[in-house]
């Protein structure tokens, strides 16, 4: 039986800003599946951890810039490196994202030693992991893919090696998290069009069902609670700004917005001109748990006001939302990428347009003032991130993903246990050149490396 399946390659890994991907490891793991994981960065010293301490124990971290550089060439020099690596750092010249090539040849080492039947390699953002990952199939044949999010696709990154579309186009697979987002993916990349698959991220439902059914909701009535990065695709602006409009009404109410960020201090002042110091908190940032207590006892609904930054990034399918869903919680939020596949407008929540304050008033207003709907749209926002949401299923959705369009080690028992031996089989049997990719020779006389690069 191989040791492992495949490989994730991760920028950060774990880190408690994007817990989805602990949960996306974790619930593999339930499904039966090993990978090996390799994190660019160390996380050790982050303060908030919100994973199982023996996570970090699992995890390979690279060694830091000025080390990893040093390591690659004493591998050069010892003759252990692939020439394709070799050449390539040579004729490297000022072209930016060259740490990628390092993280690719430091990475490709160690899965020769660790990790020798693993022939796929996912990593999640189209962007470090992702180009490292696009390296390692240049020098080592692997196939790979990666999990598009957010600001990762909306933003042009017009630095980086490879760009999208070569990025695009040699994966295998394509996961991104909302039905919006597989539309742009697919628009925008045609020729990939048929490896990109939705998978929601996942979220363990158990701990907010837990938390809820015993809370003393006695708090709850007019707390409104919103958590997240105090940056500009939050829309904290907004939801203050409704604040506002909120206690000009004469509406009984209590704002908390939990977390840190560049505008804190813009957005205390905004809450000093406006006088609203009495009804709306900044908390800082919190654990988990006590998140989980405001959810669960202090709050009656949820707002998260997201809105397109000048440059194009926005939130896709906040992590916040599905966990008040999971909470029981009615959300109001803006119509904006994958926020209505959480929040079915009238159903688990309420929707806006972006950038309206005066409309999000109205919104929070109705609930505020309707116990009883906020209770019948908190019941329908668990039902439906059960449905969608729970890890268990997500999990499952993923797994199939990779079956069909990675190149995941085959399992006889983990593919008898989910029902996915036709999905091994179509893969055997129409597999794309991006999982039939044969290493090309690299000659040092006649190394070209924008040919290498583009495979022609």
């Given at each position: 039986m191989s040791c492992y399946h495949?490989?994730?390659?991760?920028?950060?890994?774990?880190?408690?800003?994007?817990?989805?991907?602990v949960r996306e490891i974790l619930g593999l793991e339930q499904q039966g599946v090993r990978p090996l994981i390799f994190s660019i960065h160390n996380t050790r010293d982050e303060s908030i951890k919100h994973f199982p301490a023996e996570?970090?124990?699992?995890?390979?971290?690279?060694?830091d810039e000025e080390g990893l550089v040093q390591q690659i060439k004493a591998w050069k020099d010892a003759n252990q490196l692939p020439q394709s690596v070799v050449l390539t750092l040579r004729h490297w010249a000022d072209r930016p994202d060259k740490m990628r090539v390092y993280e690719a040849a430091w990475i490709g080492k160690k899965l020769q030693e660790l990790g020798p039947e693993i022939k796929h390699v996912h990593s999640h953002f189209a962007g470090v992991g992702a180009r490292t990952c696009?390296?390692?199939?240049?020098?080592?044949g692997h196939s790979y893919s990666f999990t598009a999010h957010a600001n990762d696709i909306f933003c042009q990154q017009t630095d980086a090696i490879p760009p999208a579309l070569q990025l695009a186009n040699d994966a295998s697979l394509i996961v991104t998290v909302s039905d919006f987002t597989a539309a742009d993916l697919k628009s925008r990349f045609p020729a990939a069009a048929a490896r990109v698959q939705r998978v929601y991220n996942g979220l363990d439902l158990e701990p907010f069902i837990s938390e809820r059914l015993k809370a003393d909701r006695s708090k709850a009535a007019g707390g409104i609670l919103s958590v997240g990065r105090l940056i500009e695709k939050k829309g904290y602006d907004d939801l203050i700004s409704a604040c506002g409009l909120l206690r000009d009404r004469g509406v009984s109410f209590h704002c908390r917005i939990v977390g840190e960020g560049p505008l804190e201090e813009d957005l205390k002042f905004q809450i000093l001109k406006l006088h609203l110091h009495d009804c709306v908190t900044f908390t800082g940032p919190l654990g988990m748990p006590e998140i989980m207590r405001l959810l669960t006892e202090e709050t009656q609904v949820f707002a998260l006001a997201c809105k397109t930054e000048q440059d194009g990034g926005k939130d896709n399918l906040p992590t916040v939302l599905m966990e008040a869903m999971a909470a029981s919680l009615p959300c109001v939020s803006t119509r904006l990428a994958g926020v209505p596949e959480m929040v079915i407008d009238g159903i688990t929540g309420l929707l806006c347009n972006e950038q309206q304050p005066e409309q999000l008033t109205g919104l929070l207003a109705a609930l505020l003032a309707d116990p009883t709907r906020c209770q019948q749209m908190g019941d329908a926002g668990l039902a439906h991130a059960k449905e969608n949401f729970a890890k268990e299923v997500t999990s499952k959705y993923l797994l199939r993903a990779f079956a069909r369009h990675s190149g995941i080690v085959f399992d006889y028992a983990l593919a008898s246990r989910h029902g996915l031996l036709c999905r091994f089989l179509q893969r055997a049997l129409f597999a794309p050149m991006q999982l039939r990719h044969k290493i090309e020779k690299a000659r040092d006389k006649t190394f070209d490396l924008l040919r290498f690069m583009s495979g022609t």
């Open positions: 495949l490989a994730y390659v991760f920028e950060r890994f774990p880190t408690f800003t994007q817990t989805f991907c996570l970090l124990d699992r995890v390979v971290f690279l060694p696009w390296w390692l199939r240049k020098f080592h």
